[in-house]
């Protein structure tokens, strides 16, 4: 089972999705900005993977900037990113090598299959 | 023989040709000068170029050539005499002399006087034109520029010289590839420019974004077509920059205002999915598809936002990617990744208008679901989703291969109000659902409803 970073300045469903991965097994950590999810990445604790939305407060690529520098702290992490708008080919451009994503709204069930994803080799 | 010849030629050349003496007299002249300048050979023979017809030769600038010119030198070509004659009017004529040398004649001038007042009146007159063009073209705001063959600018607009900092004579000469810093240098522009001549192929709206020295960062349209000039034969382009930089900018606003809001619906509807899955952790097994059920019709609705802000604004849906799209979420969301069941799209490309989207996807979703839920008990097969015109119709068709449904696991009683969820979409849509078919395998359930784009027909609104 992992460790996931859960990036989402909506509360309750960053909440909720804590409470999803921790039916599923997983331990998740939270952060509602980009500053916090950083202190998070900068401390010693294990984290697997960072599942950010990209929006995030005022920042609108929020999560794009965060997973690049996250990725330059730990080189093994995976990412999944989650917004409410399309993802154009734009938007994809910004994305880390190797990473997923996953629309908003998104049921628990989506959200599982995407972790399961995330987390195969 | 050779005597007759000589005057046989210079009575037919269409050249008027005069004989001088060394003292200016007129010896000779061919039937060319008579008809040209209206005179005879009594009034002409024996008089002294300047006395003629009332002294209307006696023009300064040809009293250079005859007296200051032809004696320092054997021949004058293309000597021009502009002159108001008083009887022929104002004439250009192109004069060449030359001295005859033959025993007996020593200091003879023969003059060929031709007359180019036509083709000097056409040069001028298209000189005039052009500057008139040019006086047009420093008047549009829009910077334009008109090109040589080779793609040398021969003119440009003041807008144009502004745009890029540059004189009339800077601009002159160069090619638009090498303006600036080379900016215009596109390989896709280039590819466009070299075939408005040749095929006479024009262009529009090709849309260039830079920064300029003067006007800063701008975006231009550029247009191009070949122009003609009359009594020319060469072609030129004329390339018109227009200014798209304000419509660009508004379009911008609009667009990330559009996912300002959409990026706050789908959170919203982020948050009812959650309130659902919330209630789904406490609920007894055989409900939870239900639930389910719920979670994918916001899911519908939620695709539309994507489909609507990425199509033109306020315009047509395509039908097709968002059935797509339905089935894609259904399939997410409705089936394991280990599920033997399989949703497809097979549609053409028709529209949908935005107001109808919803309940469209919303009944196309009711019926993939009833598909999924009663086709198939042994958990495989596979579901399509079409839509085709038919008459003036959208056919929309569900069509599985499963055990095959009864009727009122498809839809119960359409014509009265309320109802399951079919029922009502079709009515919200103004269509009706067609009696399934005999000898069919699975079910298929057809649907006929209005052309989805253009207002509600009456029909659709009374019902």
Known sequence: MAVILIVEDEIFVR??????????????????????????????????????????????????????????????????????????????????????FLGKPYTPHQLQTSVDGLLQV | MSEIAASDIVETVPSALITLDRNLIITSANRAFYQTFRTNRSETEGCMIYDLGNRQWDIPALRTLLESVIPH????????????????????????????????????????????????????????????????????????????????????????????????????????????????????????????????????????????????????????RKISQPGNHAHRMLLVFEDITDRKQRERDALSLANEISHRIKNNLQIIVGLIAFEVRSTP???????????????????LYDLISHSSRGGAVAMDAYLKEIAHTMSASLLDSTSNITIDVDAEALEIDPERAVPFGLLVNELTTNA?????????????????????EVEL????????????????????????????????????????????PGTVVRIRLPLLVGPPTVEGLAA
């Not at chain 2, 024009?202 to 830079?210: K, L, S």
């Not at chain 2, 059920?293 to 695709?303: F, L, Y």
């Not at chain 2, 069509?399 to 014509?415: C, F, I, L, M, Y």
């Open chain 2, 73 to 224: 030198r054997a021949s004058v070509e293309g000597f021009e005499v502009e002159h108001d004659f008083p009887l022929i009017g104002l004439r250009t004529m192109l004069v060449n002399a030359r001295k005859i040398y033959r025993a007996g004649n020593e200091g003879s001038i023969l003059l060929a006087i031709e007359d180019v007042s036509e083709e000097r009146a056409a040069r001028k007159e298209s000189k005039r034109a052009w500057q008139l063009t040019q006086s047009i073209v420093d008047t549009i705001r829009d910077p334009l520029v008109v090109l040589e063959n080779d793609m040398t600018v021969v003119t440009a607009s003041n807008a144009f010289l502004n745009m890029f900092g540059i004189t009339q004579a800077e601009a002159y000469g160069r090619r638009v590839s090498e303006l600036g810093q080379h900016q215009w240098d596109v390989p896709a522009l280039r590819h466009l420019m070299e075939k408005v001549l040749p095929e006479n192929k024009p262009f529009e709206n090709f849309e260039i974004e830079d920064v300029f020295p003067v006007l800063g960062r701008r975006v231009f349209n550029l247009n191009a």
């Open chain 1, 15 to 100: 909440e909720l999705a804590g409470m999803f991965l921790q039916d599923w097994g997983h331990s998740a950590l939270f952060a509602g900005s980009v500053e916090e999810a950083l202190q998070v990445l900068k401390s010693a604790t294990t984290i697997d993977a960072l599942f950010t939305d990209i929006y995030l407060k005022k920042a609108v690529y929020g999560g794009c900037d965060l997973a690049r520098e996250a990725l330059m702290l730990r080189p093994e992490l995976r990412v999944l990113y989650t917004t409410g708008n399309r993802a154009t080919d734009e938007l994809r451009a910004l994305f880390v090598t190797g990473s997923h």
């Open chain 2, 372 to 392: 999924i839920k009663h086709a198939f008990p042994k958990g495989k097969g596979h579901v399509v989703l079409g839509a085709r015109k038919v008459d003036n």
């Open chain 2, 397 to 440: 068709t569900v069509a599985d291969d499963g055990v095959g449904q009864t009727r009122s696991e498809v839809v119960k009683t359409p014509e009265t109000r309320g109802a399951d969820y079919v029922a009502i979409f079709v009515r919200q849509l103004g269509g009706s659902i067609l009696p399934a078919r005999d000898g069919e």
């Open chain 2, 285 to 303: 097994k055989p409900c939870v598809q239900g639930y389910r059920s719920m979670q994918t019709r916001i899911g519908a609705i939620a695709q």
